[in-house]
């Protein structure tokens, strides 16, 4: 599964030394990271309605548009978030080797360690 992750990171280092006219990852990182974070809002916020919609349909069978709403917006979300850390000359295996780092941990003492430092 982190395959694809870490490809779409490569992907879209190359593509952030396009032409802003020729790539929309190249037209986020000309436009600065300020525009890289409102698109991460806009996307969060999307997300959450899609959430939302597709969790009132709980007690009806949950519709396929929906869901597929939820994914749709949820991909765009992580896409963008990555773009950021592109940005930031940080990479989805970074993020991966944290989770990777944190597994078997209970998150309550994952959190606790970090507020300890």
């Excluded at 997300?47 to 009806?60: E, G, H, P, V």
């Excluded at 749709?72 to 080797?97: K, P, Y």
Aim: with cysteine; glycine share 4%; net charge negative.
């Amino acid at each position: 599964m982190s395959d694809i992750l870490q490809d779409l990171s490569k992907l879209i280092d190359q593509r952030k030394q396009a032409s802003a006219e020729q790539s929309y990852v190249a037209q986020l990182h000309a436009q600065g990271l300020n525009k890289i974070l409102e698109k991460i809002g806009e996307e969060a916020t999307e997300t959450i309605l899609a959430a939302k919609d597709y969790s009132q349909l709980a007690d009806q069978q949950h519709s396929t548009n929906a869901r597929q709403a939820l994914i749709n917006e949820t991909a765009d979300l992580w896409f963008h978030s990555l773009v950021m850390l592109s940005h930031l000359d940080c990479s989805a295996g970074d993020i991966l080797s944290e989770l990777e780092r944190r597994e078997g941990v209970s998150g309550i003492t994952e959190k606790a360690l970090r507020d300890a430092t």
